[in-house]
C-alpha cells in the first residue's frame, strides 16, 4: 500500500533525502534508444531544471546524475531559509513558476487591497511559503513540466515518470556521504564515462569543471513555457564545510578534496553486477586533473566564489533598477 509522503519525509529527523525518478517501462526516453533515436538533450532540459528549481525552493542539491532512463538527486531540505523571505520575494518566487490568481497580480502591480484581500493575500503567501520548502512541491515542478515537453515532442500522451518519485531520508553522515558517492559513481558504474569527471550531467563533473549556462537554462524553459520568469541569483550546490565548527551546520560536513578522494576510491571498487569502474591503471583524480592539494583548494574556493560574485552582480543591478 503506498504510503503517505508526510510519514516519509521529517526534517526533524533528517534534512538530507535521496530521490529517484525513472522513466516509464524503463525506457531509454532520456538517451539514445534501441532504434536508434536520440533523446539525449532530455538530460540537459532535467539537469537545468534542478538547477534553477534549487534557486526558487529553499532546498539545496547535494549531489545529482540525470541518466538515460532515470535521475538521482541528494537533497536538503532548508525550510529555516524560507521563514525570512519578505512577503514579495515568496511571490516573486512562486509566480516564477506559475502565474498566480488575479489577487496575487493585483498586489504585484502595486494595486490598493481591501482588507478581507489582504488577508486572504496573507493566507496564501503562507501557503506558498510551505510549499516553497517541499519536497513533494519541488518534484512535482520538477517531473510535470519535462514530461509535458517530451511529450510533446513526442507528439503522443501517456506518462512520461514510471510512479511517483521514491525518497530516501538519510539518517547519518555516513549514509549522507555513500549515496552521494553512489549518485556521482552512476555514470561510471553504467560504463556510460570512464571517470567522475568526465560523467555528463553530474553535480561532481559540474563541481570539478563548473560550466553551467544559467541564462541560456531560464531562456530556454521560458521558452518552453515551463518557467514563468526568473530573477534570482543562481544558488550553487551545497557547499563542503570541512572540519566540524562550534556553529551551526549549513553545508556538508566533510572536506571536498576528501570527498573527491572517497569517490575515486570507490569508483575502483569493481561491483559484481555494474559494468563499469574507473580503472586500476589511472592516477588518482587529483593527478588527472594535474592539480595539488593546494591548487584544488584554490579551485574550489574560486568556485564558490564565482557563484558570490554573480549574486553581487545581480543584486547591484537590482538596487541600480529600483533607483
Excluded at 529553499?58 to 512577503?87: G, Q, R
Amino acid at each position: 500500500m503506498t504510503q503517505a509522503r508526510e510519514t516519509l519525509v521529517s526534517v526533524a529527523d533528517t534534512p538530507y533525502y535521496h530521490v529517484v525518478s525513472r522513466c516509464v517501462r524503463r525506457t531509454f526516453l532520456c538517451g539514445v534508444d534501441r532504434d536508434g533515436r536520440n533523446y539525449e538533450h532530455r538530460r540537459q532540459w532535467i539537469e537545468n531544471r534542478i538547477r534553477i528549481l534549487s534557486s526558487i525552493f529553499a532546498i539545496d542539491i547535494c549531489a545529482y546524475a540525470v541518466m538515460s532512463n532515470h535521475c538521482h538527486l541528494v537533497l536538503k531540505l532548508c525550510p529555516a531559509e524560507a521563514e525570512h523571505w519578505p512577503i514579495d520575494e515568496v511571490l516573486q518566487r512562486w509566480t516564477s513558476l506559475f502565474k498566480g490568481p488575479p489577487l496575487v497580480q493585483k498586489y504585484l502591480k502595486n494595486e490598493e487591497l481591501l482588507p478581507s484581500e489582504r488577508s486572504t493575500l496573507d493566507t496564501m503567501v503562507k501557503l506558498y511559503r510551505e510549499r516553497l520548502t517541499s519536497l513533494s512541491w519541488f518534484m512535482k515542478c520538477l517531473n510535470e513540466p519535462i514530461a509535458r515537453e517530451a511529450n510533446k515532442e513526442d507528439d503522443c500522451t501517456g506518462h512520461f515518470w514510471e510512479a511517483r518519485f521514491k525518497s530516501q531520508a538519510l539518517l547519518t553522515e555516513q549514509s549522507l556521504l555513500a549515496c552521494m558517492a553512489y549518485v556521482d559513481l552512476n555514470p561510471v558504474r553504467a560504463a556510460m564515462a570512464n571517470t567522475p569527471e568526465e560523467s555528463d550531467h553530474t553535480s561532481i563533473k559540474e563541481r570539478i569543471h563548473p560550466s553551467f549556462q544559467r541564462d541560456t537554462a531560464v531562456q530556454e524553459q521560458i521558452r518552453q513555457n515551463i518557467l514563468m520568469a526568473f530573477d534570482l541569483p543562481l544558488k550553487p550546490l551545497a557547499h563542503f564545510e570541512g572540519c566540524v565548527r562550534n556553529e551551526t551546520q549549513l553545508g556538508i560536513l566533510f572536506d571536498l578534496q576528501d570527498y573527491l578522494e572517497l569517490v575515486d576510491y570507490t569508483g575502483r571498487a569493481i561491483h559484481p553486477n555494474k559494468r563499469g569502474a574507473i580503472a586500476e591503471h589511472l592516477p588518482p583524480i587529483l593527478q588527472r586533473l594535474e592539480m595539488s592539494a593546494g591548487d584544488w583548494l584554490e579551485h574550489a574556493s574560486r568556485f564558490e566564489k564565482l557563484y558570490e560574485k554573480h549574486h553581487s552582480r545581480r543584486c547591484r543591478a537590482k538596487l541600480r533598477n529600483s533607483a
